[in-house]
């Protein structure tokens, strides 16, 4: 029987050296993805998701400090992320940033399903608000046609 801490810290070491090839190994082939930032199904979407990470932050380690090992499915740990944008970065609106050299720090929390000694589905939880910010973005007001009553309407309330 495969202990399921080992595919789930097997996973955290792959992802810090990089290596998706390892990484995929413990993904069953129909996995699911979920994150902030998508949802990638099966290996080629989820190689592709870790490969543009990968790029935009070659650095990137996540430090594991927290595992819930009270419960074996799911597996939950919390993380802390840390990378320096050196490359593009996939916006949710299908643009790209150019790397602003900017070190980002993240906190984050994850849960893995795992069947058969594989991960079925692993989702991972993290305020894209705190990784945008400290990439340099902010949000923006919206002033098109459709939220101008709503912005009136709270306006009014003192909002």
């Not at 490969?51 to 594991?64: I, S, Y």
């Amino acid at each position: 029987m495969v202990d399921k801490w080992e595919i789930k810290r097997g996973l955290a070491d792959a992802i810090n050296d990089h290596d998706v090839h390892r990484m995929l190994d413990f993904f069953a082939e129909d996995a699911v993805f979920v994150s902030p930032v998508g949802l990638a199904e099966g290996h080629e979407q989820i190689a592709w998701f870790f490969e543009q990470f990968f790029k935009g932050f070659p650095d990137l380690h996540l430090a594991v400090w927290y595992e819930a090992t009270d419960t074996d499915n799911p597996m939950m740990v919390e993380w802390t992320g840390t990378g320096t944008h050196t490359g593009p970065v996939l916006l949710p609106d299908g643009q790209e940033l150019e790397a602003t050299g900017r070190r980002i720090t993240l906190r984050g929390t994850c849960a893995s399903f795992v069947e058969n000694g594989k991960i079925v589905t692993h989702r991972e939880y993290f305020d894209q608000l705190e990784l945008y910010t400290q990439l340099g973005l902010h949000l923006s007001r919206d002033e098109s046609a459709t939220a101008k009553p709503l912005l009136q309407r709270i306006a009014r309330f003192g909002g």
